[in-house]
């Protein structure tokens, strides 16, 4: 290495030498020592870039001189005296001063070293080269292999420590620290806080959930507290409340009635009636089922008389059109004396009834009878809540059929809607409200039927066939819901009217939303 590539920079810091290094041999020069300078500033020795090329070609040329240990950290501090020592030169340049011949003397004198040093660093790279190859595929990290690559020259291979300053990274306090590569990516510490940042999304989610069911807690108690404090003040809400209480219709309908009730309103009950009026659906000005036909399957709970409106509705059917156009199937199995009901009826209208037991026979019957005006199909009684209801809805959810849910009207609303939504009545032609004549309030019921949209396509009020098989108006039936009135003992007083509606949640609110004044 020829001593004119390396040169020596003096300066107040190190970051001033430093730029002064870059502005001589660039970016990419080499800085070979660093130390304090005799007037309190710092010393820099660095060299060109091209300069480590030179080294390391001289370097595999030169030969080196071994001991019996292989290790150049063992050999190095022993070598290195007896190759500074030959290196010396025995006198100084004629002309030159004490400082130059003493930098020609540790320029000499490292050349040497670092050849030695830079061979080693050749050696120890190739052999991690090697046995970074050796290891199996799978056990290759890319990162720890370059870390292992980068830092096995550095501590295997220590320069001699007489060469040493010369070559080692300089470390000064006042230096700007280096930023590290960053490393790649661990993916199980990216899965870990998208974890923890999905955990806390669901709790706040939580949270916010919680606040709003709070906060609507809080409106359903001050929006009772409010309406309370309207019937005290209101003698007319009060009594209208009172009145449609004890014809049994729902505290959701009650409070949205009473809330829309005209201040002039004259006669608040008649005022109320006119509104259900509107609100229910009756079928009184529609042709009747038994005048237009079709095909329809009766459905509902146990016991609600679905056997009794089929011979009804087959009986006022022929007596306009003749049994000849009529058609009856039975899909109770379950009950013997169900079957042998009907066809009791069907034997007085002669009428043949027809037994399916699944749905490829209940299909093979409706195209037998597809000639028929009106075919009629009974089906097995099941509590709402029963498993097999949802079969029973599958077995007769042909294109063709028609559903018809049967109610007890004299059941309890929470009876009458649960019925409702387990049959799908939505989904259903109409409503029969059946045993109207046991029924001591009708208001349950026709609550009911507001509440879902549905439409009323006939009432049954006895067991007579076909005489008590009815179709009554909307304003026939809620004045019947209207006459009735509680007995004494299921009579409420102004303080029990106000706990019925202390209890009241935004849920019964929404149930009686629907309703049109």
């Given at each position: 290495?020829?001593?004119?590539?390396?040169?020596?920079f003096?300066a107040?810091?190190?970051?001033e030498?430093?730029?002064l290094v870059?502005q001589a041999?660039?970016e990419?020069a080499?800085?070979?020592?660093t130390?304090?300078?005799?007037g309190?500033?710092?010393?820099?020795?660095?060299?060109?870039?091209?300069?480590?090329?030179?080294i390391?070609?001289a370097?595999?040329s030169?030969?080196?001189?071994?001991?019996a240990?292989p290790?150049?950290a063992?050999?190095a501090?022993e070598?290195?005296?007896a190759?500074?020592?030959?290196?010396?030169?025995?006198?100084?340049?004629p002309?030159a001063t004490?400082?130059?011949q003493?930098?020609?003397?540790?320029?000499?004198?490292?050349?040497?070293?670092?050849?030695?040093y830079?061979?080693?660093?050749?050696l120890?790279?190739?052999?991690?080269?090697?046995d970074?190859?050796?290891?199996?595929?799978?056990s290759?990290d890319?990162?720890s292999?370059?870390?292992?690559?980068?830092a096995?020259?550095?501590?295997?291979?220590?320069?001699p420590a007489?060469?040493?300053?010369f070559?080692?990274?300089?470390?000064?306090?006042?230096m700007?620290p280096?930023a590290?590569?960053?490393?790649?990516?661990?993916?199980?510490a990216?899965?870990?806080?998208a974890a923890?940042?999905?955990?806390?999304t669901?709790?706040?989610?939580?949270?916010?959930?919680?606040l709003?069911?709070?906060?609507g807690l809080?409106?359903d108690?001050?929006?009772?507290?409010?309406f309370?404090?309207?019937?005290?003040?209101?003698?007319?809400?009060?009594?209208?409340?009172q009145?449609?209480?004890?014809?049994g219709?729902s505290?959701?309908?009650?409070?949205k009635?009473?809330?829309?009730l005209?201040?002039?309103?004259?006669?608040?009950?008649?005022?109320?009636?006119g509104?259900?009026e509107?609100n229910l659906?009756?079928?009184?000005r529609?042709p009747?089922?038994e005048?237009?036909g079709?095909?329809f399957a009766?459905?509902?709970?146990?016991?609600?008389?679905?056997?009794?409106?089929?011979?009804?509705l087959?009986?006022?059917?022929?007596?306009?059109?003749g049994?000849?156009?009529l058609?009856?199937?039975?899909?109770?199995a379950?009950?013997v004396g169900a079957?042998?009901q009907l066809?009791?009826y069907?034997?007085?209208l002669?009428v043949?009834?027809h037994t399916?037991h699944d749905?490829?026979?209940?299909?093979?019957?409706?195209?037998?009878?597809?000639?028929?005006?009106?075919?009629l199909?009974?089906?097995a009684?099941?509590a709402?809540?029963?498993a097999?209801?949802r079969e029973?809805?599958?077995m007769?959810?042909?294109?063709?059929?028609?559903?018809?849910?049967?109610?007890?009207a004299?059941?309890q609303?929470?009876?009458?809607?649960?019925?409702?939504?387990?049959?799908?009545a939505?989904?259903c032609r109409g409503v029969?409200?059946?045993k109207?004549d046991?029924?001591?309030k009708?208001?349950?019921?026709?609550?009911?039927v507001i509440?879902?949209k549905l439409?009323?396509?006939?009432?049954?009020?006895g067991q007579r066939?076909p005489?008590?098989?009815h179709?009554?108006?909307?304003q026939?039936?809620v004045?019947?819901?209207m006459?009735?009135?509680?007995?004494?003992?299921?009579?409420?007083?102004?303080?029990e009217?106000?706990?019925?509606?202390?209890?009241f949640g935004?849920?019964?609110r929404?149930a009686?939303?629907a309703?049109h004044?």
């Open positions: 290495m020829n001593a004119h590539n390396v040169k020596r003096t107040r810091n190190s970051r030498a430093l730029a870059r041999f660039g990419d080499v800085v070979l020592s130390r304090p300078s005799e309190g500033g710092v010393e820099v020795l660095a060299m060109a870039p091209d300069g480590i090329g030179q390391e070609k370097a595999a030169a030969p080196l001189v071994r001991a240990d290790s150049p063992m050999r501090p070598a290195a005296p190759r500074a020592a030959a290196a010396k030169p025995k006198a100084a340049a002309g004490a400082e130059v003493r930098d020609v003397e540790q320029l000499e004198m490292s050349t040497l070293s670092f050849q030695d830079v061979r080693n660093r050749m120890k790279r190739r052999q991690a080269q090697r970074l190859n050796a290891l199996p595929e799978r290759v890319p990162v292999a370059m870390a292992a690559e980068m096995a020259p550095a501590i295997a291979a220590t320069p007489a060469a040493r300053r070559v080692d990274a300089p470390v000064l306090s006042d700007e280096i590290p590569l960053a490393p790649q990516a661990d993916l199980r990216q899965a870990m806080q923890q940042a999905e955990q806390v669901r709790s706040g989610e939580a949270m916010m959930a919680e709003r069911s709070m906060k809080i409106e108690r001050f929006g009772a507290l409010a309370m404090e309207k019937l005290q003040t209101s003698p007319r809400r009060a009594a209208l409340t009145r449609l209480l004890d014809a219709f505290p959701a309908l009650i409070r009635m009473a809330e829309v005209p201040a002039d309103e004259g006669d608040e009950a008649a005022w109320a009636a509104v259900l509107r659906v009756a079928a009184e529609e009747a089922l005048e237009t079709g095909i009766l459905v509902g709970a146990t016991g609600v008389g679905k056997t009794t409106t089929t011979a009804k087959a009986a006022a059917f022929a007596t306009e059109h049994s000849g156009n058609g009856l199937i039975t899909l109770d379950y009950r079957q042998e066809r009791t069907g034997r007085i002669g043949p009834v399916a749905r490829a026979s209940l299909e093979d019957l409706l195209d037998l009878l597809s000639a028929k005006k009106m075919v199909i009974d089906t009684g099941m709402q809540r029963d097999r209801t029973l809805l599958e007769v959810s042909h294109r063709a059929i028609q559903k018809l849910l049967v109610i007890n004299a059941a609303g929470e009876t009458i809607e649960d019925v409702l939504v387990s049959y799908r939505a989904a029969v409200l059946s109207i046991e029924a001591v009708l208001g349950p019921a026709l609550d009911a509440r879902h439409r009323i396509v006939g009432v049954a009020n066939v005489e008590d098989w179709r009554l108006s909307a026939a039936l004045q019947r819901a006459r009735a009135q509680a007995g004494p003992s299921w009579k409420m007083d102004a303080g009217v106000n706990l019925v509606f202390a209890s935004s849920a019964s929404a009686g939303a309703l004044a």
